[in-house]
């Protein structure tokens, strides 16, 4: 499902769409029993992410999987990428239903991290982005913090903008795979 007409409109006209993505080290493989719960809920979430106000676009293999990418060399990291109108439409599927139901209980099924795990960009509309753009996001959110390259929902940046959007309900940032080194 792709809007149509609904990417934010820049002062100098150009219309974008807010990129995402979120990397996860997995606790267990994806097919263990620990996991059973998470990846039966893969589909059925996707699937309401893919009929969502809002939802633009998801990474996918041919076959529709998400879970065949990897990120960082890493063989545990599971990445999610997509594309949506503005981060309010991101948001709203975020805190809703299975999804919801999944992100809280992300610590059975992600290990928890240090560093920044999930980072959001604007992109001219149509464009689909790529894991080389992800990591390069990740990273540059890593070592920069919140900037209009790369931020994240607790201060998120307007499209084409150079300071912080306006004042609003805070988003809470989903802490879906982060792990401490405790």
């Known amino acids: 499902m792709t809007d149509n007409g609904t990417a934010k409109t820049t002062e100098n006209g150009t219309r974008h769409e807010l990129a995402q993505v979120n990397i996860g080290r997995l606790t267990a493989p994806l097919d263990s029993q620990q996991l059973r719960d998470f990846a039966e809920g893969l589909d059925p979430v996707n699937a309401v992410a893919d009929a969502s106000d809002g939802f633009v676009w998801r990474l996918k ?75 390069e996001r990740l990273v540059h959110l890593r070592a920069h913090g919140p900037t209009p390259y790369a931020f994240n929902l607790r201060t998120a940046f307007p499209a084409g903008g150079t300071g912080p959007e306006p004042e609003r309900e805070p988003a809470p940032e989903p802490e879906s795979v982060s792990r401490s080194a405790s």
């Open 61 to 135: 293999d041919d076959s529709g999987d998400a879970t065949s990418f990897r990120v960082f060399d890493d063989a545990w990291l599971l990445v999610n990428m997509s594309v949506w109108r503005d981060t309010n439409a991101l948001t709203a599927f975020m805190y809703q239903g299975r999804h919801r139901e999944l992100l809280a209980r992300r610590r059975e099924f992600f290990e928890r991290l240090d560093e920044a795990v999930t980072a959001l960009w604007w992109v001219p509309a149509g464009h689909r982005p790529t894991l080389e753009e992800a990591e």
